[in-house]
């Protein structure tokens, strides 16, 4: 039994294949610079030996379509499987669900249609997310395709922590509201720290970090998401890469008169130009920690604010759950930098938070406990593991 996951981007599709019934992953794959002359493919997996093998395809792919077909002869040609129609079915990660989706959900054209109308709160990603489906779907039309949404995790949040305080008819006619992202992660780390805790997942009351380019935190009570950072777009909370995360939103009328900056200046300031590259020039956390070595004040004074960016997050997320079973790390900051997670967790004593700074002293390829042992709340490190997640969900549903 065979479960692909599909991450489609406007130039790309990140691809995962899943024995579905031991969920090992058989073969993972991307395609890139579709639409260019230089795209290419790659796939890696293991011979019957446990042997490491890729295969690569450098050829013009054009669309969507057109890097399925080459997926699918890369797949033929690792005799992982003898096509693609042969699978038992296709999860496709959907970054916008709206208030339409807050579960997994069996593709049909009805579906397609609603993804459709929600692209205005997601232009860049929801596009790439269909052509994705759309092309798979012509590829395999007996295989059931199923639509994992980055926002469902969120579906629970109160109206109290999702609404903004804008006139109500933002909310009514517009779909203002707080949706929040990287959902399929927050989940599923909250759930391998609960089997990990041995606590129900009904019961566990967590904090989860997402901190990789993007960044954001979740408040799980009781197992379900009940706040994130993360808002109408993935702009809002923590600082990120090259996004600016929670501003004054005066700020942006302001420089638009005093710089004469238009709209679209301004979301790409604030989309691309902010976050840790604003700051310091460089939005790669290894880099940015060489820098603050080597002696560079920007890169040490964008570290500091974005580990105290986290801190208040902790902070407030602490005072809604009111009881805190765990804080968790994941994503490729948080698996990896140890000084991040020491100074987002440093002094939190008063919230029952004793950090261990000699375990944090690990990156994780696996589960690390990063507290004392007398700490009332743990702190654990994850891999996120996103591609299985959707393939657990195709799983249940088909
Ligand atoms: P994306 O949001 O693009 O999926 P990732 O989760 O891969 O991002 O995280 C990318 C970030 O993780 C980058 O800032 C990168 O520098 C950082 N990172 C990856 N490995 C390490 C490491 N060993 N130490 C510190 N940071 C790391």
């Known amino acids: 039994m065979k479960i692909l996951v599909l991450n489609s981007g406007s130039s790309s599709i990140k691809f995962q294949l899943f024995n579905a019934k031991t969920y090992e992953s058989l073969v993972s794959g991307i395609i890139e610079q579709i639409g260019e ?38 797949l033929i040609e690792s005799k992982i499987i003898k096509d693609l129609r042969e699978l038992d079915g296709i999860g496709h990660r959907v970054v916008h669900g709206g208030e339409k989706f807050s579960k997994p959900t069996i593709i049909n054209d009805k579906v397609i249609h609603q993804i459709e109308k ?48 804008l006139p109500y008819e933002t909310y009514e006619k517009n779909g203002v509201r707080r949706y929040g992202f990287h959902g399929t992660s927050h989940h599923f780390i909250a759930k391998e720290a609960a089997k990990y805790l041995d606590i129900d997942m ?100 964008a570290l500091e604010m974005f580990s105290y960016r986290i801190k208040k997050y902790i902070g407030a997320y602490s005072a809604v759950l009111s009881r805190v079973d765990c804080l968790i790390f994941t994503g490729g900051i948080g698996e990896n930098d140890i000084e991040i997670r020491k100074n987002s967790c440093s002094e939190l004593e008063n919230l029952g938070i004793l950090f261990d700074v000699k375990a ?34 195709v799983k249940s549903l088909i």
């Open 202 to 301: 009904s019961k566990l009351n967590a904090i989860t970090l997402h901190l990789g380019n993007g960044a954001s935190m979740s408040a799980v009570k009781n197992g379900k998401c009940i706040d994130t950072s993360m808002g109408l777009t993935p702009l809002e909370g923590l600082i990120m890469g090259t996004r600016c995360g929670d501003i004054d939103p005066a700020i942006i009328f302001y420089l638009a008169r005093v710089e004469g900056l238009n709209i679209d200046k301004l979301d790409n300031m604030l989309n691309k130009k902010s976050g840790l590259k604003g700051i310091c020039g460089n939005n790669d956390m290894r880099e940015i920690g060489e820098m603050a070595k080597n002696g560079d004040e920007k890169a040490k004074l």
């Open 118 to 165: 929600l692209i205005p709160l997601a232009p860049l990603h929801n596009p790439a997310n269909l052509d994705g489906i759309k092309s798979s779907i012509e590829h395999c039309p007996k295989v059931p395709q199923v639509a994992v949404f980055d926002t469902a995790f969120h579906s629970n949040i109160p109206k109290h922590a999702y609404m903004y305080a």
């Open 37 to 74: 002359n230089d795209s290419h493919a790659k796939i890696k997996f293991r011979d019957e030996n446990g042997k490491s093998l890729e295969l690569k395809r450098d050829k013009a792919i054009i669309d969507h379509k057109a890097g399925l077909e080459v997926m699918n002869s890369l």
């Open 360 to 393: 944090n002293n690990h990156r994780a390829s696996e589960l690390l406990e990063i507290n004392k042992k007398n700490s009332k709340v743990k702190v654990l490190v994850i891999p996120t593991n996103e591609e299985l997640e959707i393939a657990l969900q």
